[in-house]
């Protein structure tokens, strides 16, 4: 007797709407539960960076498959990259980056079409970033139904974009489309399920809440030796954050709740910050912690190589975003290290940190009530460690990388039933 075939998946994802998402497609691709179940293949619009990212961190048994396809985002990348400001400017604010971006939108789901149609996916699994994010994603469900994929899943790990804007307007024919014919979306948090349904008009059967996982990883550099590195002695209490230096990330508030800590924390000289990542805020950002006489505190790191090592060094994790957020996988990252955490009310980041029992969460934007959480875990090192464990068997119990196999798996099983 024969061993009745299993069903095949092609997952598809734009490396220009990856960000912080990257997570999963990794952990399904390094599954060995998914292997044995599922005949999986990663196609990808290529970037020699983004293929350098995935084969450090997928299997070499993974099956991949890289597209040149174009993109209008790539385009102006180029031009920037060029030194042509003037012509990606003008293109910026012309009808004609939105005809092109339409134009290679069409061109990929020619390709992708025969893509298709070469492989015979019973099941579409597409990543996405935000909605509609990015147009490749979107032009997978026009070639799916032009090969006859019947089973479709789109997972979006941003807030969906609404439609106040004339240029977003003209895009509803095209998300109906896509709505219609889509079985589920995903999302990562309650928050932007519910968002994308107001945007996209879904009935509520129409999207499922699966949070992204994530898998523990060794360290490569022990928590002395980061320490030591960091000229870190053993009696400073550490806060750091990992987060792009752009506005929405909030670190003017967290560098401002930092200078109202020098008179509400009597051991202020022994509070280090240490703040990781790079961006176009980082200047600004310098020049208002200089300012504040924040100088023998605060540390900028640029970007580190190994995020979970630099985590493992820090007693509070700290993320004071302001704006467009979903369910940052660093928050996750940090509870799985058991880390207390301090978070911001912002789109699904309470659904992640349970607040006074696994950290806290504050408004956005709001300095004083960042630097009341701030000193509350300060004074008590006994509390933090208890939000730390709490937050570790929260992470093991929701948002660990063998769950959202699982919630994965059982979808794929769904569909293919």
């Known amino acids: 007797m024969k061993d009745k075939p299993r069903i095949r998946i092609l997952l598809y994802s734009d490396y220009g709407a990856f960000a912080g998402s990257e997570n999963m497609p990794a952990n399904l691709l390094n599954?060995?539960?998914?292997?044995r179940d599922f005949d999986l293949l990663f196609a990808y619009r290529y970037s020699a960076k983004y293929a350098a990212g995935m084969a450090a961190r997928v299997s070499p048994e993974a099956r991949t498959i890289p597209l040149r396809i174009p993109a209008a985002e790539a385009l102006l990348e180029a031009l920037d990259l060029r030194g042509l400001n003037f012509f990606s400017l003008l293109l910026r604010r012309t009808g004609i980056f939105l005809l092109l971006r339409y134009l290679f939108?069409?061109?990929?789901?020619?390709?992708?079409?025969?893509?298709?149609?070469?492989?015979?996916?019973?099941?579409?699994?597409?990543?996405?970033?935000?909605?509609?994010?990015?147009?490749?994603?979107?032009?997978?469900?026009?070639?799916?139904?032009?090969?006859?994929?019947?089973?479709?899943?789109?997972?979006?790990?941003?807030?969906?974009?609404?439609?106040?804007?004339?240029?977003r307007r003209l895009e509803k024919p095209i998300d109906g489309f896509v709505g219609r014919n889509v079985s589920f979306f995903v999302?990562?948090?309650?928050?932007?399920?519910?968002?994308?349904?107001?945007?996209?008009?879904?009935?509520?059967?129409?999207?499922?809440?699966?949070?992204?996982?994530?898998?523990?990883?060794?360290?490569?550099?022990?928590?002395?030796?980061?320490?030591?590195?960091?000229?870190?002695?053993?009696?400073?209490v550490v806060l750091g954050t990992v987060a792009d230096l752009e506005p929405r990330k909030?670190?003017?508030?967290?560098?401002?709740?930092?200078?109202?800590?020098?008179?509400?924390?009597?051991?202020?000289?022994?509070?280090?910050?240490?703040?990781?990542?790079?961006?176009?805020?980082?200047?600004?950002?310098?020049?208002l912690a200089a300012e504040l006489a924040l100088d023998g505190n605060v540390r900028f790191l640029g970007r580190?190589?190994?995020?979970?090592?630099?985590?493992?060094?820090f007693d509070v994790f700290i993320l004071p975003s302001v704006g467009y957020e979903d369910f940052p996988n660093v928050i996750l990252e940090a509870m799985s290290m058991g880390k207390p955490v301090i978070g911001t009310r912002v789109a699904g980041i309470p659904e992640q940190v349970a607040d006074g029992d696994t950290g806290l969460v504050v408004e956005p934007a709001d300095a004083r009530q960042l630097a009341s959480a701030i000193v509350r875990l300060l004074r008590n090192s006994e509390e933090r460690k208890d939000m730390g464990r709490k937050g570790r068997e929260r992470f093991n119990a929701l948002f660990s990388c063998d769950r959202a196999i699982s919630n994965y798996s059982a979808l794929y099983s769904e569909l293919a039933g």
């Open 31 to 35: 599954s060995p539960v998914i292997r």
């Open 105 to 167: 939108a069409l061109y990929a789901a020619g390709g992708l079409y025969f893509l298709f149609r070469k492989v015979r996916p019973d099941i579409l699994h597409v990543n996405d970033g935000g909605y509609p994010g990015a147009y490749s994603c979107i032009s997978a469900v026009f070639a799916a139904r032009a090969a006859g994929v019947k089973r479709v899943f789109f997972v979006v790990n941003n807030i969906a974009v609404p439609y106040l804007r004339f240029t």
């Open 187 to 236: 999302t990562g948090s309650k928050y932007a399920g519910e968002r994308l349904r107001e945007v996209l008009s879904l009935p509520a059967g129409k999207v499922r809440n699966i949070p992204n996982g994530i898998a523990d990883r060794e360290a490569v550099e022990s928590l002395e030796a980061v320490r030591k590195r960091l000229d870190v002695t053993g009696d400073c």
């Open 250 to 287: 909030g670190h003017k508030y967290l560098l401002e709740a930092m200078a109202l800590l020098r008179s509400g924390y009597a051991d202020f000289q022994k509070v280090i910050l240490l703040i990781e990542g790079v961006g176009g805020e980082r200047e600004r950002l310098e020049k």
């Open 304 to 313: 580190e190589s190994h995020i979970f090592d630099l985590i493992r060094a």
